[in-house]
């Protein structure tokens, strides 16, 4: 699709295989989910994951200065909900992934899951099979987005 349309892609992909995995204790979330995309052949998946984390940063991405603002949480949490996606990006399997963490008394805060100390983890990835989605620098909104592969 192209500009003017109300969708920018579509990409039509078939549900491939579907893995159920525990990550390691201590170990990084956002890069061990990408390794295991990488480990398992997944290109295109969606990636959901329930558990806790020791530490965390969560990312506010500010719409007029195009950068991140960083929110520190440096003390433990449940991750009350992970959903994400895989991606190609720079030749190798991208995890992107949003994060709602709860603190000891309920408390939540969420947004962009830049980085996370596993306490424990267990993650739900789904390949999605077909042409891979593919990230580029998007000049309008400074984001590395899904674009046209052709
Ligand atoms: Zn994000």
Request: net charge negative; charged share 20%.
């Amino acid at each position: 699709m192209r500009k003017g349309s109300v969708l920018s892609l579509v990409q039509e992909l078939r549900s491939g295989r579907r893995f159920l995995c525990s990550l390691d204790h201590n170990s990084e979330i956002v890069a061990s989910i990408a390794a295991l995309a990488k480990a398992l052949g997944v290109e295109t998946g969606a990636v959901s994951a329930i558990g806790a984390l020791q530490r965390a940063e969560i990312g506010y991405y500010d719409q007029v200065s195009h950068e991140y603002k960083t929110i520190e949480i440096d003390h433990p949490v449940e991750i009350a909900s992970l959903a994400g996606n895989v991606s190609i990006r720079d030749a190798v399997p991208f995890l992107h992934a949003h994060a709602t963490l709860a603190d000891s008394e309920g408390n939540l805060l969420g947004g962009h899951l830049q980085s996370g100390t596993v306490f424990a983890a267990e993650v739900y990835l789904r390949e999605l099979v077909g042409r891979p989605l593919v990230r580029r620098h998007d000049p309008t909104t400074d984001l590395y987005l899904w674009s046209e592969t052709d």
